[in-house]
Structures are given as structure tokens and as C-alpha cells.
């Protein structure tokens, strides 16, 4: 059971470096209840409904280096499978079937260490840019709900992290298609490529709190 499920997760995402095997056509639309039916658990249906942050699962390295952020169940599998641990669960919102209940993990530990690229690309998003400039707006310092092109995209601004800004809505109209050298108006900071281990795990844009101790170790 264990190859089949994993077999069927991303052929690029590391932590699923098992070889394929044919799944039944009728389980492809959840790779989950395919698993959680041989681990006993006879309906995924009878998972009790998390809060919206229960459901997801921060993945760590052997080293406790963060890797990913994957569904609950996904982390369920893992442990179930014994390569991963529970570290940290959510007692509130246990998962519970016809034949038994578990602890829904909200941090786990593999059990293998699983070797990293070390020019690993961190891909450029709106939610990316609001959180490296802490959703502060990078002209006037207020709070900012949007991004915006420091070299303005019609006069050949790229789609770079050196070329995005946090921004407010007022100074995005005020600004439009002028560069702030043109507005007069002096950068709170030089936007960069932001770095570090935490930035690299997938799906981390909306930490949980009981994260942090994890995601600032590898800051």
C-alpha cells in the first residue's frame, strides 16, 4: 500500500522518491482514501472537519530543516507508513473513524534524510513580495494589500523580486506608470531576492504559530 501512494505523488517532489505502481482508476480521484482505507480507516468521509489551519502539516528534514507543507492527510500516510514522526499535533482536532482515532499531526519529522538541491530557485509571487516587505508599503510605510513594479512593466520592467514592491493602493494609482525617481520618492528599502531554508518550503506563505520555532531555526 505504502508504494502504491507514494508512487502516485509528483515524480519532482522529493519527498515521494518511490517508484511508480499502477493505482485502480476509481482511486485516482484521492490519492489519501486509497491509503487510509488499507490503514483501516474505511472512509475518508468520517474524518472529523478540521479549523482551516488544522489541515495542514509542516514537513521537516531528518535535521529538522523545514521541506514542505502538505494536507493533514498526506502527513497522516507518512506517519502511518513510518517514515515520518509526529512532533507536534493538534489536540483538538483528532482524526477519528469507524475503527479507531489518531493524533492529526500539525508538524512532522521524516524519518530519512531527503538530500536538497543547493540552487533550489525561489519563485517570484504577489504573497511572496507582501511577506519579504512584511506587508509594508515600500514608498510611505502604511499597510500595503497589493504589489507593485518599480520599473513599470510598460516601460520594461521585469517580473523579478529586485523589481517588486509591497504597496498601498493610494501610492499605486498616485504612481502608475512612473518610476519613484520620477515621483521623487525615496524606497523605505532596496527590494532583493530574499533568502534562507524557510523560504524554500513549499506552501509556507501562510505559517501557522506553532511554526515559527521551526521556520526560525532555518532563517
Same mark, same amino acid.
Given at each position: 500500500m505504502c508504494a502504491l501512494t507514494f508512487g502516485y505523488c509528483s515524480p519532482s517532489d522529493p519527498l515521494w522518491d518511490v517508484? !511508480?505502481?499502477?493505482?485502480? !482508476?476509481?482511486?485516482r480521484f484521492s490519492m489519501v482514501?486509497? $491509503?487510509?482505507?488499507?490503514?483501516? =480507516?474505511?472512509?475518508? $468521509?468520517?474524518?472529523v472537519a478540521p479549523e482551516r489551519g488544522a489541515s495542514r502539516t509542516l514537513v521537516l528534514n531528518a535535521g529538522y530543516e523545514p521541506l514542505s507543507v502538505v494536507s493533514f492527510r498526506r502527513a497522516l500516510v507518512l506517519v502511518m507508513n513510518g517514515r515520518?514522526?509526529?512532533v507536534e499535533s493538534d489536540q483538538g482536532h483528532p482524526v477519528r473513524s469507524v475503527d479507531g482515532s489518531w493524533e492529526r499531526p500539525s508538524v512532522i519529522v521524516l524519518t530519512r534524510y531527503?538530500? =536538497?538541491p543547493h540552487n533550489r530557485h525561489i519563485p517570484v509571487s504577489r504573497r511572496g513580495v507582501l511577506r519579504r516587505d512584511s506587508n509594508r508599503c515600500a514608498y510611505?510605510? !502604511?499597510?500595503?494589500?497589493?504589489?507593485?513594479?518599480?520599473v513599470p512593466r510598460s516601460r520594461g520592467g521585469k517580473d523579478e523580486w529586485a523589481n517588486l514592491v509591497a504597496c498601498c493602493l493610494s501610492c499605486n494609482n498616485i504612481k502608475s506608470d512612473r518610476?519613484?525617481?520620477? =515621483?521623487?520618492?525615496r524606497m523605505h528599502s532596496v527590494p532583493k531576492t530574499p533568502f534562507g531554508t524557510a523560504w524554500l518550503v513549499?506552501?509556507?506563505e501562510r505559517p501557522q504559530p506553532h511554526w515559527e520555532g521551526y521556520l526560525a531555526q532555518a532563517a
Open positions: 517508484p !511508480r505502481r499502477d493505482i485502480p !482508476r476509481h482511486h482514501s486509497f $491509503a487510509l482505507t488499507g490503514l483501516g =480507516m474505511s472512509s475518508v $468521509a468520517e474524518v515520518a514522526i509526529v531527503v538530500k =536538497m510611505c510605510g !502604511r499597510s500595503a494589500t497589493t504589489i507593485d513594479h518599480v518610476t519613484p525617481q520620477e =515621483m521623487g520618492w513549499r506552501g509556507i
